[in-house]
């Protein structure tokens, strides 16, 4: 299936801007995703799922792969994941606030590197309006009754200065908590001015702590257990950077780490668009390198999502052999197809096979 993408849809959707494009896909997974048997069937042939579910921090995920942020930042989706092959899906990035993100262009495809530069700034609906669209689409379904976990990954408004973040990301936390299977708390994404200093020792623990008390008050308040949280990383972080973010999410008791997001690092692209984040294959050494220093430094007790340039099964056992619970992909789906993630699915399902 991924053949048929590449020889023949790849070329027509290439000859449209790289934001329309995903709006297209995006839209065609909308149907899918609309239409219940027809999802249903899509996910009898692609879902690959492991013998039992993998448990990453307390959840259950029918297989080890996600859809990154960034894909269906509006919750518009992920009903269809499925029918996709993923095993799990994060929703946004969310922030407080509804915004429009950055002035378009700001989406770029390199295909002779399967890279993509995208300064997107978080357009979003904001956390209200995407909680409604949850509510109506979740309805009272428990979360046991879920084909597979909803993650979601929250950001800063872009007009809501350092100093507030806190209450921004707790508004955004506590609006859309009763969907979440599990919470990415972004800090990492280089399209947001500044936001990548809540990463350092000035504001992470006093962020994190605010969102840690989040959890814990409506937990006691609801007598229901806390929501699993993992903080999504920059992959431009020294290793000195990264043993600092560790000593505080074991402080905090935090329930793993998304590593990584996009670069800033353009040294050997001079060529590509200085501004915004580059993900895709050029991507997949700093993250495989992160994801190893993570799970040596913490000897794997951290649970890790491995993300960043996967654009092959080869990478993907790579992360996992790197010490990665799960793995998430998007560039490599623009490249490869919808259905990647079936295939990687596919490639790492003897790891949880009773006869390895
Ligand atoms: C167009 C685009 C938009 C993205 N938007 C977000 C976002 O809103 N929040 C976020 O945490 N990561 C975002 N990302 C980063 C991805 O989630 C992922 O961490 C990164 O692209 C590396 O994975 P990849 O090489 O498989 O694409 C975005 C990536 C792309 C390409």
């Not at 993100?101 to 978080?122: H, I, K, L």
């Not at 100093?163 to 707790?170: F, N, S």
């Not at 993992?230 to 780490?257: H, Q, T």
């Not at 984040?277 to 993250?287: D, H, Q, T, V, Y």
């Amino acid at each position: 299936m991924d053949i048929f993408y590449e020889k023949l849809m790849r070329p027509v959707l290439f000859t449209q801007n790289p934001e329309l494009a995903h709006d297209m896909a995006l839209r065609a997974m909308q149907v899918v995703g609309s239409i219940p048997p027809l999802r249903a069937l899509m996910e009898m042939f692609t879902l690959v799922k492991t013998p039992r579910p993998v448990r990453v921090f307390g959840v259950d995920f029918p297989n080890r792969v996600g859809l990154a942020a960034g894909f269906d930042k509006d919750a518009e989706i992920f009903k269809a994941a499925g029918a996709f092959g993923f095993g799990h899906l994060e929703v946004g990035t969310v922030t407080m606030l509804k915004q429009a993100g950055n002035p378009r262009p700001r989406m770029f495809r390199y295909p002779q590197y399967e890279a993509v530069v995208n300064s997107c700034g978080f357009p979003n609906d904001g956390a209200e309006e995407i909680a409604k669209r949850l509510a109506s689409a979740f309805g009272k379904a428990p979360r046991s009754k879920r084909k597979f976990p909803v993650g979601i990954n929250i950001g800063k408004s872009k007009i809501t200065p350092l100093e507030d973040a806190a209450q921004d990301y707790i508004f955004s936390f506590n609006t859309l908590a009763d969907f979440a299977d599990f919470f990415v708390i972004n800090v990492s994404s280089p399209n947001t001015p500044e936001l990548r200093r809540l990463q350092g020792r000035d504001f992470l623990p006093n962020l994190l702590g605010a969102i840690s008390k989040a959890n814990e008050d409506r937990s006691k308040k609801l007598g229901v257990g806390k929501i699993p949280v993992v903080l999504k990383i920059a992959p431009d972080l020294s290793f000195a950077d990264i043993d600092s973010i560790l000593s505080i999410l074991f402080e905090l008791r935090f329930d793993g780490i998304c590593a990584t997001n996009t670069t800033v690092d353009r040294e050997a692209y001079p060529e590509m668009e200085k501004g915004g984040g580059l993900s895709g294959a050029p991507l997949f050494e700093k993250s495989l390198e992160i994801v190893k220093y993570i799970s040596k430094a913490t000897d794997g007790k951290l649970p890790i999502i491995g993300v960043g340039g996967i654009t092959d099964t080869v990478r993907a056992g790579m992360m996992m052999n790197a010490g990665a619970s799960l793995v998430q992909i998007y560039t490599g789906m623009i490249y490869r197809g919808p259905f990647f993630a079936r295939s990687i699915a596919n490639s790492l399902i003897w790891r949880d096979s009773d006869w390895v």
